[in-house]
Structure formats: structure tokens, C-alpha cells
């Protein structure tokens, strides 16, 4: 893999504190050249199906050789692995906890290692603390692994032991999919892990979700103000919005929520 210098972060520390542009400045001391990306910094607090979602849905749209580290990390300070992997040209690094989970799944052939710690010392790096591994542990391995002075191989053994993902992936069955809200965005709707491939040979899908029917759209404002609709989004899954208003607030749920995709309505 050759490094393309990028680097993105997904957390959960949100932008109260100086959490994430520390790590920045640590990559930086290590990697000035770095170009670092903030993919999401707003994923509900240790909550790792979320941000294994948005990493495994968003890394393709950079350039291959980006280095992709996410760090929702309930464990810090623990016995938990550190996972660092290689998919599609890209390089992950997260802990071990399921975050990565839904990437391995649809990756073709993943590479995964995990960290041994007793490589850090050939990085020359201070003992880390126990409660923010994203700034000694996690942002200089990510900066070397950008500038291409070490790879994956060089921090640990190749394994196909790790923590299976918090969230089923769908079920399905003859004319009927079940599967989850993984979250709901700042306009309140609700992004589900259905992919749009698994209902293409439905004639009329319809999505159950709090006692509603909905049909299908191709666009928001193919609804009328007020009117939910259910359509695939820029990211391939299925989402239920409202139009003009919040499908999250309206339908009184949110992420962890089943949803059912059915082909054509119950009468």
C-alpha cells in the first residue's frame, strides 16, 4: 500500500474539550504533512456500532492509502486489543470492541493485526495514560503509518480473532427484511443497516417501523410537508424521514429501533 498522507478520525469525544485537536497535534508532531479529515466527532458517547457504520459506509470517498482511525473506546486503559487492518487499499485502526466489526464483514479480504504493545518502545513513545490512548497511543502509530515509515505488519501479528460486531446484520427472509436504526442524523432522520441491494427484487417495499407504514421515494421532496417516506440514501442503506420536519421526533424512536422492510403493504 503506498500512504496518501491522509488521515481521518471518528470518535465519540465531541467538540466540548480539546480531545481531538490534542490528537491532531500529536499527528502533526509526528507527520507534519499529515492532512487530517474529521469524519465524525458526534458519535453517541461509547457507542461503537455507529462509528463502525459510518467508517465502513465512508472510507471508499478517500483516496486508497488513507489511514482510517476510530477510537469509541469504553475499554481504554483495559486488557482490550488494539486492531490496526488493511481493506481495499485503506488502513483501519480502532479497538477492539466491534467497531470494526461491519468493515471485516464486507471487505473481500481483510488483513488484521493486532497491536503488540511491546512495539511501541521502537517509536520511542512516553508510557501512555490510562485514559486517553487516542493521544499516546493511537494518534502517533496512525502519523508513522501515514508517512509510510511502518506498516501494519510492524505492529503486531496477523489474527482472525476479534470482537464481532454490537448490532445483527439484517435477516431475511421471502419478502421480508429485518434489520436496525443505527442512527438518526441532524435533520432527525433514520439511517437503518439495510442495504439497498437486498431489496431490489421487491416489487413495492414498505417500511414498518412504530406502528407506520411507509412507502418508498427516491427523493425528499417526492413527499408532501409533513408526510414520512422511506427512500435509499447517498450512503446505499435505507432511511426513514419526514418530509420538512424530524421522522426521529415524529415517530418517537431513534437509533436501536427494528425496522421491517416488507414487499407491499399489510392490509
Known amino acids: 500500500m503506498q ?3 491522509v488521515i481521518t478520525i471518528t470518535t465519540d469525544f465531541g467538540h466540548k ?3 481531538a485537536a490534542v490528537m491532531k497535534g500529536v499527528i502533526l508532531g509526528h507527520f507534519p504533512a499529515a492532512r487530517i479529515i474529521d469524519l465524525a466527532h458526534d458519535i453517541p458517547a461509547q457507542w461503537p456500532p455507529e462509528a463502525g457504520f459510518w467508517v465502513s459506509r465512508s ?3 478517500f483516496p486508497e492509502g488513507t489511514v482510517h482511525l476510530a ?3 469504553p475499554g481504554v486503559g483495559t486488557e482490550r486489543d488494539i486492531l490496526l487492518a488493511e481493506c481495499d487499499g485503506h488502513v483501519f485502526m480502532a479497538p477492539d470492541n466491534g467497531l470494526l466489526a461491519q468493515l471485516f464483514e464486507s471487505c473481500a479480504k481483510p488483513r488484521i493485526y493486532k497491536l503488540d504493545n511491546s512495539k511501541l518502545d521502537s517509536l520511542n513513545l512516553p508510557a501512555p495514560s490510562a485514559t486517553f490512548h487516542g493521544r499516546d ?3 502517533p502509530i496512525a502519523a508513522e503509518l ?3 515509515r511502518i506498516t501494519v505488519q510492524d505492529m503486531g501479528a496477523e489474527t482472525n480473532d ?3 460486531g454490537w448490532i445483527d446484520e439484517p435477516n431475511v427472509t421471502r419478502g421480508r427484511i429485518n434489520g436496525v436504526i ?3 442524523d441532524t435533520f432527525g432522520n433514520l439511517i437503518s443497516n439495510i442495504d439497498a441491494h437486498l431489496i431490489r427484487d421487491f416489487d413495492e417495499p414498505v417500511a414498518n417501523i412504530a406502528g407506520h407504514q411507509i412507502g418508498m421515494q427516491t427523493t425528499y421532496g417526492r413527499a408532501k410537508p409533513g408526510d414520512y417516506l422511506a427512500l435509499i440514501n447517498s450512503f446505499g442503506v435505507i432511511e426513514i424521514a419526514k418530509s420538512e420536519g424530524s421522522a426521529g421526533d415524529g415517530l418517537g424512536t431513534a437509533r436501536g429501533a427494528p425496522l421491517i422492510i416488507r414487499d407491499g403493504y399489510l392490509t
Do not use: K, L, N, R
Request: no cysteine; charged share 5%; aromatic share 20%.
Open 59 to 61: 472510507y471508499q470517498w
Open 137 to 139: 497511543i493511537f494518534a
Open 182 to 184: 443505527v442512527t438518526m
Open 162 to 164: 476479534w470482537t464481532p
Open 17 to 19: 474539550g480539546p480531545f
Open 3 to 5: 500512504p496518501s498522507g
Open 146 to 148: 501515514a508517512a509510510g
Open 71 to 73: 477510537i469509541v473506546d
